[in-house]
């Protein structure tokens, strides 16, 4: 018989014993048989030697894929023998070290800095009380006396979703809110997301964040105010921090002060970021308006208190050193991973 052919025999029997195997013992008979080093294709091999040349190629290539391939079909019923409960795919391995498949994130250098902020007030008594970003012209303006007409309320730049629906312009409605829904002593912080349809440039964004903070109590007074946001700018930028209050206006507040900070940068000696003035402004501030009581129902002879309101992009950009209001909202993985 020609010798290919017998060699294809040979594989043909080894395949159809193989199938035969029905448990380990007669698989590893088999494996002696054929796949041995003195095994029935190691002798077959050994033929080629005897062969003419030119038929040495066909037999070798031949006997070496069939090998391969009785290999192959051995490995494959060997495993599904070897496991007991033939279970297919990969074993699970709890030494390997885990896969990080999914990134954990951090903090956003907003939410931090308001943690902060909320931090330093938690000390002093304050609570923290969040409300809604779609609010009513009332809340939004009239209720903190700043009726439709009056001039300041288009110093305000407000969208309007309808005729008297905005979103909020400032965190200042909050105040309205907390004082209609509890009575005095007060002492609430009001974080949230705000809303103006101002220009974007490196200071200003549509979408910002603003912290209020309400006290109201018998016989607060302007020092109050002035002690309880010295120790926050202190609290918030070190030790060393001067604060000053300029006369300002807000329609909810009298009297209404801007409180200015030593300039982190130069300790107050002047540079390019507080423009040569060595002082930097962070907030708004001032004694709550009677009318501002009236409109919440508050004894105006019985209770005072004051308010101020902070843009939180402002702190944090001081804080961090932040040239650009734009990169809280961008999303950019390069500058979140900083902080
Ligand atoms: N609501 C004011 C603003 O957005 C800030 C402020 C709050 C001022 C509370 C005084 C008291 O500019």
Known sequence: MDPLARARELFERARGELDAATDAASLERWRVAF?????????????????????????????NEGRKDLEKRFKRKKAAFSDSSARRGPLFDPTLPGRPERRVGHIHPLTSTLDRIVSIFSRLGFGVAEFREIETEYYNFDALNIPSDHPSHDSFDTFYVRDDIVLRSHTS?????????????????????????????????????QCEGLLVDESVTFSDLKGCLAIFAREMFGPETDTRFRPSFFPFTEPSAEMDISCPFCSGSGCSICKRTGWIEILGCGMVHPAVFEAVGYDTERFTGFAFGMGIERIAMLRHGIPDIRYFQENNL???EQF
């Open 35 to 63: 796949l041995a080093r003195s095994g029935e294709i190691a002798k077959a091999m050994e033929l080629i030697r005897e062969l003419p040349p030119e038929l040495r190629r066909d037999y070798g290539r031949l006997m």
């Open 173 to 209: 409605p909050g105040q309205i809110r907390t004082m209609l829904s509890r009575k005095p002593p007060i002492r609430v912080l009001i974080p949230g997301r705000c809303y103006r349809p101002d220009a974007v440039d490196a200071t200003h964004h549509y979408t910002f964040h």
């Open 334 to 336: 390069r500058f979140l």
